[in-house]
């Protein structure tokens, strides 16, 4: 070779070396192939604790090996083995008993009552009088306290389903994530639930119904016991109809006065102690299952970051086989959507930062949870029993359930206004010509409702990425919510847009590298309530 070529190839490889590397390609046959397999019918729906779950822990575990990732969970596995009591139904109905002046009224589960499990205790009756507490709602930040004046120790607590109108969504729809522990401060031993007519709109009686015969699940702790957010609640239920009314039964107010003035903004009725008392009787039966989150490590490849983790999760566990009414004889919840496709993203967002030739600078964990689908277990397991010291984890995206159905060019970030997780979402799809919307359903609480809230909830800024409702998303939002989701129809017979997944793989490489990347970790925003309540102590940026 003439020297003036060499001068020509050396100035050549300076130029390269000094451009971007080159971006990794997303395609959608690549993403379809995840998602085929993971909602095929062999893996039966992948129920938490089922050999279809296994199965595709498995393969998510297998192909995060084989793109270069190392195992992330205890001992060098890939795998987050937790066991779960399963609590089922007794044979013998369990029943509220509602006793006033007028005598004694008696329901049975899913007879205008709802009967909540209880993982602790599997036969038992309690009896107490009843008090009302509005809302029962208490944070001192917001100036909320539902409990003054009112003694309800040894009591069982009536409250409205929700939260007061007005209260930002994301704080009300923690804080009704939080009224069994408020109650349980106070000393109660019992809650009562009753619809608003904002929450009847939310979430309608019948449609709880549905689920009504549903197991319920706890994760048990190293000390064997099932774990419980409020052990001290040892009865729950939720109440319908005539059996909501009778509680209010000779008391000052009546229930559709309350549900009036609830529905008001700012509307917070006063509690009361009630002139009723009520009886529950709880039959149920228990069994143990095991069921694995898959943790995988990208160790960052610069030293004075490499000890901050960023996680990318999705849950991989559905609703398995049950019968579903007037769904054609198909038992299958194939989940290809919720969440096959997030796994998906997942997987190649894993696959392309582990090939990259400029690695991410901060460690990622990829974690595939289970039990999402029975109260966002799997998620709250690991922030229980993280692999990294939780300290250590600077920041989750979660993806769950994005709607691959039509050509999206926004995300919604839910959660993206308590971070700078929401700036970072931005500027890394811009480039893309995606834009970051603000949440269309604030109503639905979504924020609390998927697995990034359980890192929230150890203080980590977290956002759950969904994809939004431009061009057509809203339709498509629209019809899935009323058919597909959580049924058999959310299977691949659906037209999943492969171009959009591999996009939305895409887009959220991007995000993710960049949170690894900068040289600022996400910080929580300075007076953020989420920031302030789970993480008082971590540094804070100015919003
Ligand atoms: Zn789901």
């Not at 006793?99 to 329901?107: C, H, P, S, T, V």
């Not at 930040?141 to 939260?163: E, M, P, Q, S």
């Not at 990208?298 to 996680?311: F, H, I, Q, T």
Request: glycine residues 10%; aromatic residues 8%.
């Amino acid at each position: 070779m003439k020297k003036k070529n060499v001068f020509a190839i050396s100035a050549l490889v300076s130029v390269l070396a000094h451009a971007q590397a080159p971006a990794p390609v997303f395609t959608p046959e690549r993403f379809r192939a995840h998602v085929e397999f993971l909602a095929d019918d062999l893996l039966e729906g992948r129920e938490t604790g089922t050999r279809g779950h296994e199965i595709a822990a498995r393969y998510v575990a297998t192909q995060l090996a084989a793109s270069g990732l190392q195992p992330g969970a205890e001992n060098g596995s890939w795998y987050q083995p937790i066991t779960f009591q399963m609590t089922t139904r007794g044979a013998e109905p369990s029943w509220v008993a509602i006793q006033g002046l007028a005598g004694e009224q008696r329901f049975n589960h899913a007879d205008n009552v709802m009967v909540g499990l209880n993982s602790r205790e599997s036969n038992f009756e309690i009896s107490a009088p009843l008090v009302f507490v509005g809302f029962g709602v208490e944070d001192k930040r917001l100036g909320l306290d539902d409990y003054r004046g009112l003694n309800v120790k040894g009591r069982i607590v009536v409250a409205l389903r929700g939260f007061p109108k007005g209260l930002p969504s994301e704080e009300g729809a923690h804080l009704s994530a939080e009224k069994a522990r408020a109650a349980e401060r106070h000393g109660a031993v019992g809650l009562l639930s009753i619809a608003t007519l904002q929450s009847e709109k939310v979430m309608s009686w019948n449609r709880m119904l549905e689920y009504a015969n549903d197991p319920a699940y706890a994760w048990v702790d190293t000390d064997g016991k099932a774990h419980e957010e409020a052990p001290g609640i040892r009865g729950r239920a939720i109440l319908n109809g005539p059996a909501a009314e009778a509680v209010f039964a000779g008391s000052p107010r009546t229930l559709a006065d309350i549900r009036q003035e609830a529905d008001r903004a700012k509307g917070m009725p006063r509690g009361f102690a009630l002139k009723t008392r009520v009886s529950m009787k709880v039959s149920s039966s228990w069994a143990r299952v095991t069921s694995p989150n898959v943790v995988a490590i990208l160790p960052g490849a610069d030293a004075s970051l490499a000890r901050e983790y960023v996680v990318l999760s999705a849950h991989l566990d559905h609703l398995g086989i049950k019968d579903v009414p007037g769904a054609n004889g198909d038992r299958i919840h194939n989940g290809a959507l919720d969440n096959a496709a997030g796994v998906a993203a997942l997987l190649e967002v894993a696959r392309a930062a582990a090939a990259a030739p400029d690695k991410p600078r901060r460690s990622m964990i990829f974690l595939a949870t289970t039990a999402e689908e029975k109260g966002l277990l799997g998620a709250d397991y690991f922030g229980h029993h993280p692999t990294v010291p939780i300290a250590q984890i600077v920041g989750n995206v979660d993806l769950d359930m994005p709607l691959l159905l039509y050509s999206f060019t926004d995300l919604i970030a839910f959660g993206a206004n308590h971070s700078t997780i929401g700036r970072q979402v931005a500027e890394a799809v811009a480039p893309m010509n995606i834009s970051l919307s603000p949440d269309p359903m604030p109503e639905q609480g979504v924020f609390t409702r998927s697995d990034h809230y359980q890192l929230v909830r150890q203080g980590v800024p977290a956002v759950m990425l969904a994809t939004g409702m431009a061009n057509g998303g809203d339709k498509s939002w629209g019809e899935f919510l009323e058919g597909a989701y959580h049924s058999p129809r959310d299977d691949l017979s659906q037209a999943i847009d492969w171009k959009a997944g591999a996009k939305f793989a895409e887009v959220n490489y991007r995000i993710t590298r960049a949170m690894a990347d900068a040289n600022t970790p996400p910080l929580w925003y300075q007076g953020d309530y989420f920031g302030d309540t789970f993480a008082p102590k971590a540094a804070r940026a100015q919003r």
